[in-house]
């Protein structure tokens, strides 16, 4: 499959072609301006041949050959590498053959918004007063969605009263809180205690909030995570540190946002990884934790009522063969979907001896 232009490139493309340029000298002038790939040749044409009008045994190779005859590619020595890319002035190369300003400029604007290097920041040490500062000015801008996982962190923040009045607005909140077990095994049994009282005061901010939602995690692997966060699904916030070993106020905080029309994959993997958690955390309502462990645990309880059914069975030969395989069935299916647990427990057991 190959890549798309944009709606920009292809008309700059066009007009290339009308001045007279080949369509495949045209796309490649076009893409080495916006998109600003600099590689050994063989690896800038296997790169380029993906694009519309460059696909083809030997056409990329040609394309390339025939606009660094024209001074619209050039070939630069770093650290002993022989690179090809754009020529310094291609910019003004292709407005001289493109009689249309708003058309080239569009193209300027387009690369400026989709340039992800003024989209991703590092902030600096999670002391820094300014990162709480911000962090505040985010939450009380948010219009769809807030999600946090937080470990053990204090229901006593000035941010309380900030994400109630969001979700009042209709901002869906999702307080991720690891477990008394899991705060424990991450900071030390000091922890556990705090991680209850962390627990009780996040319900209790909660309540009677419908959109604010207060889930536990039971595994360490989600909380990982933790003091890291997302604000509608475009912004993310990652606090990098080792969790075993440092406070999350240890880490520096790294911000990336997904520019308009993109969706980065470090922000997908951050949302999916959350949406995981909270799809098998513990629910904190009645009801909710009800199902929770049943739904945990069905499996179990089944392989162990046809197990018990295949004993009471045991002189009935054929039935009790069918509640045997019954009960079989019900086994493997619990051990793989507990798996993941029984392999993190083994883990840790391991870790900690």
């Given amino acids: 499959m190959g890549i798309s232009l944009t709606r920009e490139e292809h008309a700059v493309v066009q007009e290339l072609q009308n001045s007279g340029m080949s369509a495949p000298a045209a796309t490649l002038a076009t893409v080495m301006l916006s998109r600003g790939h600099v ?74 918004v989709h340039s ?68 424990e095994r991450l900071r030390g049994a000091t922890v556990a205690k705090k991680s209850r009282e962390s627990i009780d005061g996040w319900i209790h901010n909660a309540k009677g909030i419908p959109r604010m939602e207060v889930r536990i995690a039971h595994s360490v692997e989600d909380m990982l995570f933790a003091t890291s966060w997302t604000v509608d699904g475009h912004l993310l916030r990652f606090d990098i540190y080792d969790p075993a070993k440092q406070r999350s106020l240890e880490g520096v905080m790294v911000e990336i946002i997904s520019p308009v029309g993109l969706n980065l994959n470090i922000i997908q993997l951050f949302q999916t990884h959350f949406d995981e958690a909270w799809k098998h955390a513990e629910p904190t309502h009645l009801w909710g934790k009800i199902h929770w462990r049943f739904g945990r645990g069905w499996q179990w309880w089944a392989f ?23 009960a079989a069935t019900f086994f493997v299916n619990a051990l793989v979907t507990s798996w993941p647990t029984i392999r993190s427990s083994i883990r840790r057991q391991f870790v900690d001896e």
């Fill in 39 to 112: 590689r050994l040749e063989r690896e800038l044409a296997d790169i380029v041949g993906q694009y519309p009008n460059l696909e083809g045994d030997g056409v990329a190779e040609r394309t390339i050959t025939e606009l660094r005859r024209r001074g619209w590619l050039v070939r630069t020595e770093h650290m002993g590498l022989h690179l090809t890319g754009k020529a310094a002035d291609l910019q003004n190369k292709i407005e001289q053959q493109v009689h249309n300003p708003r058309i080239m400029q569009e193209l300027i604007n387009s690369m400026s």
């Fill in 116 to 183: 992800l290097l003024p989209n991703i920041r590092i902030l600096g040490k999670m002391t820094e007063p300014d990162i709480y500062a911000s962090y505040v000015h985010l939450l009380q801008n948010s219009q769809r969605e807030v999600c946090l996982p937080m470990l053990a962190t204090s229901p006593n923040l000035s941010v309380v009263s900030i994400l109630r009045e969001r979700a009042r607005r209709g901002v869906h909140v999702r307080i991720l809180l690891g477990s008394p077990n899991v705060a």
């Fill in 304 to 326: 162990a009522a046809s197990t018990i059914i295949a004993f009471v069975l045991s002189k009935n030969t054929i039935w009790s063969g069918i509640a045997i395989s019954v």
